[in-house]
């Protein structure tokens, strides 16, 4: 990797400060993505302003809700009671992220800000209607992820925590790149106070809501609702693991997947 | 007395240091004044070098020295070889285009070495490195070996339509007059997919210089120190051999990838004597997908001839073999005498004809890999032996038997001369273990859950420790294939072994300590096994090929020697008649009487040398033996695969593997497991998993990490239903057979008849990749409807 200034701040406040006054500075949370980044020299930050300083990790339930701090490590949600005994599937999904020394590593709020087309958390961010508190500002789930590696985060905007409501049900399935173990294709699905949402990763761009899928769910929350749904390829992902053809197939065999865990 | 050594499931000796974190590791050896290396790559797969400008990096901070591949055409040093000459079916020799360590004019794949940068530290040598100017030329490049013969780009002058070879093995007019009088040919096409070896430790070098004895030391992972400090010594002229120590501590696996001899390690060990500096290079993850010699990559027709009665006539074989931009060390002679002469099978074929174009492509060399031309050979012929049962609606079981080889010594028509072997014996307990009968019942219950099972058999032979050296050199061979081994006994009884076999991975400080305490009746502690140091062992040709069976020969018969000499000792000090004495639970007995020596008391005797007359035995006790083979040896056996497959999705499950195989007497059956469950596990990589891909347009390679790379894991794999059978090899004392690679070149055969069979279609390439067995199913279910 190139060289960097290297700072730990104790306050969201001087990361702030420190990320506004070092010219091309990034926020570092778990490293699993930034820093394979930077060893491979496909970037070159002036500084990098470590996040781990700053308590921002922890679980909480209180009405309806689980809030996750941005800081909080992927093993942790996974194994969390709190996790597990409201909305199981998200316990699920944090357990199926990479390897061990992943889920030790990496945070809620580096995967959600990072925003790679086939990570898992985006999924359940958007499959359950997640709220993402920052810096400055409250952002819908169906607000932030804005495209591939892109979300409606701004210049210096750190991601402090992320609202979970607790569904009636919900699954993930996860269909994963033999190679990476990111999601080639995973379906979040949710039923939900507010209807059903059926969240998609790793199959485009960018995770994306599943319509039809919704619709039909709403009139029948079974596996053969969404059985007949094909998904069209036009938008999907396709290179050497997978056609597109075979990623549009796989999100609806995934999604009827999770309808069955779900109601399991 | 103690329970017998040999044959005994002892835990490894070297597990300690491994386990432990104290390995010592090429890339652990630190010299004083070291430097650090990195190396300019080429990022284009195919283009002229216009000009390099090293100034910029020169003068950055931290740089020793950058030196180019016109820096090392002026010191007069020589190109890699390839030593393997191989001749044409026309009589003309190959066709090899240079290959400097450094480029010289032209960049032939992604990752080709184009200069090196020194500097005191490894950060600054990679950032100097991005100032180092190249101006390319790009030019179009080849990837596909099926298409180099017609492709417009040529990548190396002297071998024209980018053919190295044009070679061929077997009888031709018997093989046409065999197809003439066929019921029935059955056709196959196959392609066998490239694979990146991906050794745990990645290749690293440290090259160093000593200006007082004008000598050179190289450390590096090498699975034959003596063959690398030959050809830099004989063919590249660093140094004359005696001023040139090569040393390969402890390698982190090898699998092939670390036999040749590769442009760092000889490029790190000039450059030590330009900057005056001891040179160190440990390859990046990255620069080991680059520039480790893949493996495979073979395109082939096959036919098969066939008797009215489903007697196996004749065998005909076309193969385009890609060896990528450069001939690695050993490359020309995988997909020839690795290859065709395997392609009997364990089937009494008279009549077979093999003709392998070796072709150049714009990608990392391809040289020997886990089995080198044995897989390839294997995969061809048991996917066509069973697809030809297929076709005949015949049991695969029972037509193999018709066609089995039953008596011994049998000749092939590819040169080889099988030995021995019991082919149903292996197959019969296979059958048991994987309860083939029951197979009808399992595939009903999983059609009643949706699910597709297939069941696939490879009945394998392989050849290991080539042999002997006259024949592989009549064959074009610039080497010989025997092994050294010299025991010397301490003084106090202690021995010590030198071995010219590496290990990395095999276990030699076991299983030759075995062999040793074994025969001479001493505890296993009193054994140390030396080797990967051209200055402690003499000479060796290295391990590969699963041709350890050579070197605990040689050892063996080093013993025999100790033991001849002892007995003469032995005799004089318990004043008897040297035809007396008997050797036995490590006492000299004089036979009938209580006189007896122990092992330790005689060699004392041999260094004190106070008890017999030196004019007629020499002090001391140390013997050696060059042991060359008289043959081959020929493990064989049985693997079957059964899978099931997720017609949804396209995964393919392995719910059962069974691998039984005649690796005649083992010496430690733990150990011989290990090889085959490390064999298999790479066997169904290939089959299930691993692939290397460059794109076709930008000849990049794809799979250039473990994002794209898939190398097997633990959970991709079942554990398997293993099982020996024994037939002693007759050609050496110990009756042993190679082990190495027997699961590497069965395995792919058995996964892929297993999944054709669950799909039901005849072509389908490796590997069985979800996406492309769900898009198999997908053809033909629409063919169907
Ligand atoms: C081998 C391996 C396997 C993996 N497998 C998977 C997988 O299967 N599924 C999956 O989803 N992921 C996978 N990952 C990625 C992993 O989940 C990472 O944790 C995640 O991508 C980034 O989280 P991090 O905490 O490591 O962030 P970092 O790498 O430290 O940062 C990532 C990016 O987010 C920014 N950032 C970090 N925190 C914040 C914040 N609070 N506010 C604003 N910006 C922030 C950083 O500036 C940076 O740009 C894998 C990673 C590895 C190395």
Known sequence: MYQFQYFRPKSLDEARKLYENNGDAKFLAGGQTLIPTLKQRLAQPTALIDLGGIAMSGIKVAGGVVTIGAGTKHFDVATSADVKGTIPALAHLAGHIGDPAVRHMGTLGGSIANNDPAADYPAAALGLGATIKTTSRSINADDFFTGMFETALEEGEIVTEVSFPVPEKAAYMKFPNPASRYAMVGVFVAKTKTGVRVAVTGAASSVFRESAMEAALAKSFTPDAVAGIKVSPANMNGDLHGTAEYRAHLVTVMAKRAVAAAIA | ?785
């Open chain 2, 1 to 785: 007395m103690t329970a017998p050594v040999i044959g005994a499931s002892i835990r490894r000796k070297e597990d300690h240091r491994f386990i432990t974190g104290q390995g010592r590791y090429t890339d652990d050896i630190n010299r004083h004044g070291q430097t650090h290396a990195y190396f300019v790559r080429s990022p284009h797969a195919h283009a002229k070098l216009r000009g390099v400008d090293t100034s910029a990096a020169r003068a950055a901070k931290g740089v020793v020295g950058v030196l180019t591949g016109a820096d090392l055409a002026a010191d007069k040093l020589g190109g890699l070889i390839c030593g393997w000459m191989i001749t044409s079916k026309d009589g003309t020799p190959m066709k090899a285009g240079a290959h400097p360590a450094l480029a010289v004019d032209t960049v032939r794949y992604v990752g080709d070495h184009i200069a090196i940068v020194i500097a005191e530290t490894y950060g600054q040598a990679k950032d100097a490195a991005e100032l180092v100017k190249v101006e390319y030329e790009e030019l179009p490049p080849v990837v596909d070996p099926a298409k180099a013969q017609s492709d417009a780009t040529q990548v190396h002058a002297e071998a024209p339509r980018n053919t190295i070879y044009q070679w061929e093995i077997g009888n031709k007019p018997e093989t046409e007059a065999a197809f003439a009088k066929a019921a029935q040919i059955v056709k196959l096409d196959l392609t066998n997919n490239r694979l990146i070896p991906n050794a745990m430790e990645p290749r690293a070098c440290v090259g160093e210089y000593d200006d007082a004895t004008s000598g050179y030391t190289l450390y590096v992972t090498s699975q034959n120190p003596h063959v690398a400090r030959l050809v830099m010594s004989a063919f590249i002229g660093i140094a004359p051999e005696h001023k040139l120590r090569v040393v390969a501590p402890d390698v982190g696996g090898g699998f092939g990838s670390k036999i040749f001899i590769y442009a760092e390690e000889v490029v790190c060990t000039w450059a030590s004597k330009k900057v005056r500096r001891p040179v160190k290079w440990t390859a990046e993850r990255s620069e080991s997908f680059l520039s480790d010699a893949h493996g495979r990559d073979h395109v082939t027709h096959a036919e098969l001839a066939l008797d009215a009665d489903a007697k196996m006539l004749g065998l005909r074989v076309k193969t385009i073999a890609n060896l990528g931009a450069y001939m690695s060390t050993f490359s020309s002679s995988v997909p020839t005498y690795l290859y065709g002469t395997l392609l009997s099978g364990q089937y009494d074929l008279s009549a077979i004809y093999a003709e392998v174009d070796a072709v150049y492509t714009n990608t990392a060399p391809v040289d020997a890999y886990r089995g080198a031309g044995r897989p390839e050979a294997t995969y061809v012929i048991e996917r066509i032996v069973e697809e030809a049962a297929r076709q005949l609606k015949l049991d695969p079981v029972a037509f193999r038997r018709k066609n089995f080889v039953r008596k011994f010594p049998h000749q092939t028509p590819v040169i080889m001369n099988y030995d021995a072997g019991d082919y149903d014996a292996s197959l019969d307990a296979a059958l048991k273990l994987a309860d083939y009968a029951g197979f009808p019942a399992r595939k009903a219950a999983a059609k009643a859950q949706g699910k597709l099972r297939g069941l696939g058999f490879s009945t394998y032979i392989e050849a290991c420790g080539l042999a002997p050296s006259a024949a592989v050199g009549s064959l074009g061979a610039g080497v010989g294939l025997w092994e050294s081994a010299e025991v010397r006994v301490t003084p106090t009884g202690g021995v010590e072994v030198f071995t010219g076999a590496h290990s990395h991975g095999q276990g030699h400080e076991t299983t030759f300590a075995q062999v040793v305490a074994g025969r001479l009746g001493i505890p296993m502690e009193n054994v140390e096994i030396i080797h990967g140091d051209t200055n402690s062992v003499q000479f060796g040709m290295g391990t590969y090929g699963s041709r350890a069976a050579v070197g605990l020969t040689a050892v063996s018969r080093a013993l025999d020697k100790i033991e001849a000499k002892a007995k003469k000792i032995a005799a004089h000090v318990l004043e008897a008649s040297a035809a007396d004495i008997v050797f036995e639970n490590g006492e000299f007995k004089v036979a009938g009487t209580d006189r007896k020596l122990a092992f330790h008391e005689v060699a004392l005797n041999a260094y004190v040398a106070h008890k017999f007359p030196t004019s007629e035995i020499e002090p001391g006790l140390k013997e050696s033996v060059f042991h060359d083979p008289t043959n081959f040896t020929f493990p064989a056996g049985t693997h079957i695969c059964e899978v099931e497959i997720d017609p949804d999705t396209g995964v393919t499950t392995i719910v059962s593997f069974t691998a039984v195989d005649d690796f005649g007497n083992v010496i430690n059956p733990m150990i011989v497991e290990g090889q085959v469950q490390g064999g298999i596990a790479q066997g169904i990589g290939q089959a299930l998993l691993e692939h290397g891909v460059y794109d076709k347009d930008s000849g990049q390679l794809i799979t250039g990490s473990y994002m794209d790379y898939t190398m097997p894991r633990a959970d991709d794999l079942p554990s398997y239903k293993l099982g020996f059978t024994v037939t002693p090899c007759p050609s050496n004392p110990l009756g042993m057979k190679g082990c190495g690679e027997a699961g590497a070149i069965a395995s792919p055969a058995a996964v892929m008849n297993a999944v054709t069979d669950a799909l039901g279609v005849k072509e389908f390439n490796m590997p069985a990749t979800p996406s492309r067995v769900w898009a198999a199913i997908h053809r033909t279910r629409a063919a169907a409807e």
